[in-house]
T-cell receptor
Framework: NAGVMQNPRHLVRRRGQEARLRCSPM?????VYWYRQLPEEGLKFMVY????????ESGMPKERFSAEFPKEGPSILRIQQVVRGDSAAYFC????????????????FGPGTRLTVL | AQSVTQLGSHVSVSEGALVLLRCNYSSSVPPYLFWYVQYPNQGLQLLLK??????LVKGINGFEAEFKKSETSFHLTKPSAHMSDAAEYFC??????????FGQGTELSVKP
């Protein structure tokens, strides 16, 4: 069973360009979380999605950032008009069901996408 | 607001020595607690998880953690460190399930 897949693993963008980060959850998982890890910091929650629904976006910056998880295909985190402060590692995690605190909803993390903004 | 504090951003132990990584949390409701490990340039791997029941939780690679409600702590221990344990360790809380709130992380170094 393949794990959570993220691509690209490394992404370089110039200021003002758009960045698109993709996440394919584990097979059978319908819940996706995005986290951002800034240099020398821990991971910060950004958004929680179920297919075609945003469940919790309390950690998303108000501007330039958006996320989706369509019925078919991977989840996409989109950053418009990137700035140097967006340089970070972006991690996606997936779980099979609604969070209930049990082991069945454990979050499994992908390898991350490391975004560098020049 | 829920938060997690990891005491010590860097911990160094000798191979074979006890590993103790400290984690304290703040939560207004009984939390779900986690420890994750991150090796360089990789994603996070779950070490162990506390939800309910037994307060001493055993995880992978010989790690365990004890939930102490009175101290709001969830410290991670391993009796004997191995070189392969060198990594960054993150404590996290999920107050009601769902999103994880992470501590700042503790980088563990293991000296031969």
């Amino acid at each position: 069973n393949a794990g959570v897949m993220q691509n690209p693993r490394h992404l370089v963008r110039r200021r003002g360009q758009e960045a698109r980060l993709r996440c394919s959850p584990m097979k059978g998982h319908s819940h996706v979380y995005w986290y951002r890890q800034l240099p020398e910091e821990g991971l910060k929650f950004m958004v929680y999605l179920q297919k075609e629904n945003i469940i919790d976006e309390s950690g998303m910056p108000k501007e330039r950032f958006s996320a989706e998880f369509p019925k078919e295909g991977p989840s996409i985190l989109r950053i418009q008009q990137v700035v140097r402060g967006d340089s970070a590692a972006y991690f996606c995690a997936s779980s099979p069901q609604w969070p209930t605190g049990g082991w069945a909803d454990t979050q499994y993390f992908g390898p991350g996408t490391r975004l560098t903004v020049l | 607001a829920q938060s997690v504090t990891q005491l010590g951003s860097h911990v160094s132990v000798s191979e074979g020595a006890l590993v103790l990584l400290r984690c304290n949390y703040s939560s207004s409701v009984p939390p779900y607690l986690f420890w994750y490990v991150q090796y360089p340039n990789q994603g996070l791997q779950l070490l162990l998880k506390y939800t309910t029941g037994a307060t001493l939780v055993k995880g992978i690679n010989g790690f365990e953690a004890e939930f102490k409600k009175s101290e709001t702590s969830f410290h991670l221990t391993k009796p004997s460190a191995h070189m392969s344990d060198a990594a960054e360790y993150f404590c996290a809380v999920s107050p009601e399930g769902g999103k994880l709130i992470f501590g700042q992380g503790t980088e563990l170094s293991v000296k031969p």
